[in-house]
């Protein structure tokens, strides 16, 4: 008989132990899982961007549900863990399940530190640490405008760039002098401060907090020094602390974490303790590449495999803040034994520093340019002795000789960190390459999870991959959909094209699936693919969407939906308001909300009232909730202002009306400013449109989200048709070349601007591209009029809907 396997946690730490127990052991255990949260295992490192609205619960997930099920794992989510007999060897939950064990994993994580300051248990003070704090900021944000985050470290930072994203005024507050100080020295730390505040952010530095304000609902922070600071909502991101109660209550030896040995065993026979929870030789580590490597030991303790225990790690970060690249690792403070070499450049917004002692690298931070990170590390690792070149681990070539790309893969060892996120070497994935047959970056990440997490190491793990099989031999083009086929987005549209396929189910078939289903990543993909090749031929297949398509409407964390009707250009008559108004009456709408779009946002619409509420309202589809054209910002040009030069409202509207109910990649958000002030912000827009004397300028790529990205000029062009013409070839060779989920600012940066550039170069391609775009518009109808008519909603279908 199998033994019987429990963990308790169903984080990224213990399920990457069950990872790894499974490719060495498969059949060895029956293996139970509980997890506190209602989700499969997800990636909190991403949550920020869950936040910002770059990703949802679905693009988050690093094991499915049917990951659970193939691996016959049975999955108790939304399950508390109350009770731990090691006597009885018996795990029960709040919910009443009670199961056996043979060996016993606490992977309970961390708790993000409460201050405990009067006035803490006030509505509207929260931590981030979950989806649950996402879903209370979100919901914060849009009916508040005021925001406090208090702590400058990482998550803090990350909880604020999201904050500033819903256009909510963040205001950090930090103890210490300056940011980030546990990653950064004081002249990073500054650097950053600055870009930040660029972006919006506003910083309250050496604040002592005293006291939360209000009397319900949070209105403010007090601090010591009895100067206040205003805010409707206030995130505490001050730290984490060891999960550890219900060891302390089951007879663990616990100190700051559950004490473990370099075999991550517990004080108690056949119970272990791996991630945050676990404290190893004193230290409990918070970032996620130490937590792997325990994983790992534990993972081959568990399966039989003799091997070298736990030896502690040296820890490096590797993140990217706001946009901004930072690296540090080791000892990277200067003191009174100690040298550095720096290198700083204000103008590109570069600084680097390594610290060396008797000779050797034992600390660095980087910012703004991190290439040199991997390498640094390295050193710091190996001891490396750079006696008499020193100042060559900055300046010059490396210690090592290598410059770049597949060279410095050639330099680095086999025990390099590629993957500081997941704690993948070098010599992993070389092995997964040679001995699995990865030959693209999403082979490697499925075998591996380089790559899986920020994305960051992903340039590294080209690098990789062309040092091993050359050029030629990495498929950079073909990364998976997703899990159900190895197939890339080019060969799957290719084959679309070719062999006429219209149907997912038909794509799935001829392109021989592995599971015959699909899953939530590809069959929404499959239907935009077989969308955008055959307009006329493919029935758009509705239960292939996400429920937020499906139902016409953003649905919120009460259940009820969000409803936003067009407002062509931001323009708006009084009978338009006053139907809008009607409805909101009529329909006891909890709130109507200005969006940043221009548009009025009807919130707290319930699911069978929707269709009276369109029918009502008498309006377009503002098409808020998918993955189509959103809106056309406007600023009021030269119809009323004194600097405008064209008339960029009318513009905003002959857009808007053009392409409303465009289904494209991703969402889609233009916007038209009457002259080079660029009131209407279109600089960061999907397609920026700015009038110059004489004509206007177009801008591509831009993004206000997490990756915040300013638009390249595309062009510059001299009449309102031209625009037109421009815009129209611009989204459909979007259409067409673009990935299912991928914004145009990611777009953009892997095509390359000379390359979107050159296929629109030529107008006799343009009208092509035009012909194409205006043939799928002609067959599109308002979906809201569409069930007006019909008299029945989208049936929900529960797969997609769950996400």
Excluded at 284 to 305: D, F, R, S, T
Excluded at 353 to 381: A, C, E, N, P, Y
Aim: proline residues 3%.
């Amino acid at each position: 008989m199998k033994k019987k396997l429990v963990l308790i946690g169903n984080g990224m730490a213990g399920i990457w132990c069950i990872e790894q127990l499974l490719k060495l052991n498969p059949n060895q255990y029956d293996i139970t899982v509980f997890g506190e949260e209602p989700h499969p295992n997800y990636n909190r490192i991403l949550l920020s961007k869950v936040l910002a609205g770059d990703s949802d619960m679905n693009d988050i997930i690093l094991n499915s549900w049917e990951w659970y099920r193939e691996n016959n794992i049975t999955l108790h989510t939304g399950h508390c863990v109350r009770k731990v007999d090691t006597e009885q060897k018996t795990v029960t939950s709040d919910g009443g399940i009670t199961v056996l064990y043979d060996e016993l994993i606490f992977a309970t994580g961390s708790l993000p530190i409460m201050l405990p300051l009067p006035g803490a248990d006030k509505e509207g003070v929260i931590a981030f640490r979950d989806i649950k704090d996402c879903e209370a900021m979100l919901a914060a944000a849009k009916e508040y405008k005021k925001a406090i985050v208090i702590g400058g470290g990482l998550l803090g930072l990350e909880a604020a760039r999201g904050l500033l994203n819903l256009n909510m005024e963040v205001s950090v507050v930090h103890l210490a002098p300056y940011l980030m100080e546990r990653q950064l020295d004081a002249t990073a730390s500054r650097m950053l401060q600055q870009e930040l505040e660029n972006q919006g952010m506003k910083f309250l530095m050496e604040k002592n907090s005293a006291e939360i304000l209000g009397d319900k609902r949070v209105s403010g922070l007090r601090f010591t020094d009895d100067t206040e600071v205003e805010g409707s909502l206030i995130v505490m991101a001050v730290g984490i602390r060891p999960n550890v109660q219900l060891g302390r209550e089951s007879g663990l030896e616990v100190n700051r974490g559950i004490i473990v040995n370099d075999y991550l065993e517990t004080s108690i026979p056949n119970v272990y303790a791996v991630g945050e929870c676990a404290e190893h030789r004193g230290i409990a580590y918070g970032l996620v590449a130490p937590l792997y490597e325990q994983g790992n030991i534990l993972a081959k303790k568990l399966a039989g495999v003799e091997g070298e225990g736990y030896q502690g790690s040296v820890v490096s970060t590797k993140l990217k803040v706001s946009g901004v690249d930072v690296f540090s690792a080791g000892e990277f403070m200067d003191g009174p034994d100690t040298r550095s070499v720096r290198v700083q450049d204000d103008f590109e917004g570069v600084y680097k520093k390594v610290v060396i002692r008797d000779g050797k690298v034992i600390g660095s931070v980087l910012f703004g340019d991190t290439s040199d990170g991997s390498r640094i590390f390295s050193m710091i690792r190996k001891g490396e002795d750079v006696t008499g070149k020193e100042k060559e681990v900055l300046l010059g070539e490396s210690a090592g000789g290598a410059k770049s790309g597949a060279e410095l893969i050639a330099a680095m060892a086999d025990d390099e960190i590629v993957c500081g996120c997941n704690g993948v070497s070098k010599g992993a994935i070389v092995s997964a390459i040679k001995e699995k047959g990865c030959a693209s970056v999403s082979d490697v990440k499925a075998c591996t999870k380089a790559s899986g997490s920020c994305g960051g190491c992903k340039p590294l793990v080209e690098d990789v991959l062309t040092y091993v099989l050359g050029a030629d031999g990495v498929q950079a083009g073909a990364e998976g959909m997703c899990g159900c086929t190895k197939l890339g987005r080019e060969e799957v549209v290719e084959a679309i094209r070719t062999m006429k396929l219209t149907t997912t189910k038909e794509v799935m078939n001829v392109l021989e699936w592995e599971n015959e289903e699909g899953c939530s990543k590809c069959r929404p993909a499959l239907n935009y693919y077989l969308g955008m090749v055959w307009p006329e031929e493919h029935e758009d297949e509705r239960e292939s969407r996400f429920v937020n398509e499906r139902n016409h409407a953003n649905i919120q964390k009460d259940g009820t939906y969000s409803v936003v009707p067009r407002i062509y250009g931001g323009v708006t008559t009084p009978s338009d308001l006053k139907k809008i108004a009607d409805v909101a009456v009529k329909y006891n709408v909890p709130m109507v909300k200005f969006t940043g779009g221009q548009r009025l946002d009807l919130l707290g619409v319930t699911k069978e009232d929707l269709p009276k509420v369109w029918a009502d309202l008498d309006m377009p589809s503002g098409y808020a909730y998918g993955k189509a054209l959103r809106t056309v910002k406007t600023c009021v040009g030269s119809t009323f202002c004194r600097f405008g030069t064209q008339d960029s409202i009318q513009m905003g509207i002959d857009l808007e009306k053009k392409f409303e109910r465009l289904n494209t990649p991703a969402k889609v958000k233009l916007a038209v400013s009457g002259c080079p002030r660029n009131c209407a912000e279109s600089g960061i827009k999907d397609l920026g449109v700015v009038a110059i004397d004489g004509g206007w300028e177009l801008y591509a790529g831009g993004n206000g989200g997490t990756k915040l990205r300013a638009g390249d000029l595309l062009c510059k062009v001299k009449t309102s048709e031209d625009v037109l013409e421009w815009t129209g070839a611009y989204l459909q060779y979007y259409r067409e070349t673009g990935n299912y989920g991928e914004r145009t600012s990611e777009w953009v940066e892997r095509l390359g601007l000379a390359t979107i550039q050159q296929a629109l170069e030529k107008k006799e391609d343009r009208l092509a591209l035009v012909g194409r775009i205006d043939k799928t518009l002609d067959l599109m109808k308002d979906p809201w009029k569409e069930i007006i008519e019909t008299g029945k909603l989208s049936s929900t279908f529960e797969p997609l809907a769950t996400l």
